[in-house]
């Protein structure tokens, strides 16, 4: 089977942290490259944190630094619930590695322009790269073969009553990313916040005896506790759920429907606005993930994992 061509474009973060581990190694992923961009922390933060975990596994993929501020918005972090590092919890060597000189939304846009149309983008920090990309290349839109997305959601927000954490950081980009025409899948947290990495997974993953699974253990361990704010009884795995979902949509149930992202400077500002009943009859711009089957997301998970050092 031909592999997927993607691009991660994140804000490292735990959980973003866990996502590259598994595009970096499941077998149907041709990861191309890992584009950084602030959220969790500030970019001076999300960038080292990415290349820890890339020196750390000993991965083979370039990493890109993105934009360091949300297009309009004042910048907000999410230090609560991944500490002042951004990745609390685990220790890392010194970091040796560097990033890539050439911007990240340089590259995204040259990346795009020179391919055949095959690159699914898999954003899951805020959309404020992608968003600008598509301000300085128009023509990317028609190159991007997809995105998948960990971002909105369809009921209650983590970082408002009404807006989750990814589209309120830059509801802005976000708007631009989902009005662009591009096809679209968007994790929500209705979906993603049932994929919890509590102590009963901490263990199978540290258990499989790899610097991986080790990693997997020392990362989620730290989120066990800085969920309850959201009254979460472990962390959430969010953005693996846009990864997995790029090479096993079986195990999701997914409904599609209109996606608004709500600019109104009042309590619903960020809101992805889901139009699940279709009360205003326009297009279906987006598959939203409803529900997964988390015994085979996790056997997923495992599996990735242990294809790792
Ligand atoms: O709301 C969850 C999202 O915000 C995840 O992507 C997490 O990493 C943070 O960026
Ligand atoms: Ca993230």
Known sequence: MKKIKMILDCDTGHDDAIALMVASKHPDIELLGVTVVAGNSTLDKTLPNTLHVVQHLGLDVPVYGGMAKPIVKAQEVADDVHGKSGLDGPVFDELKIKAQDEHAVNYLIRTLMESDGDITLVPVGPLTNIAMAMLMEPEIVKKIRRIVLMGGAVGIGNSTPSAEFNIYVDPEAAHIVFSS?????????????????????????????????????????????????????AGPVHDVTAVTYLVAPELYETKKMHVDIDLSKGPSYGRTVCDINDRFHLDKNVTVGLKIDLERFWDLVEDVLRRHI
């Open 181 to 233: 025409g591009v096809e679209i899948a968007m994790m929500p947290l209705d979906l993603t916040n049932t994929a919890l990495a509590d102590e009963k997974v901490i263990e199978r993953m540290a258990n499989i005896g790899n610097k991986a699974g080790q990693l997997f253990a020392d990362i989620m361990s730290f989120t066990l506790h800085s969920q309850a704010v959201n009254g979460l009884s």
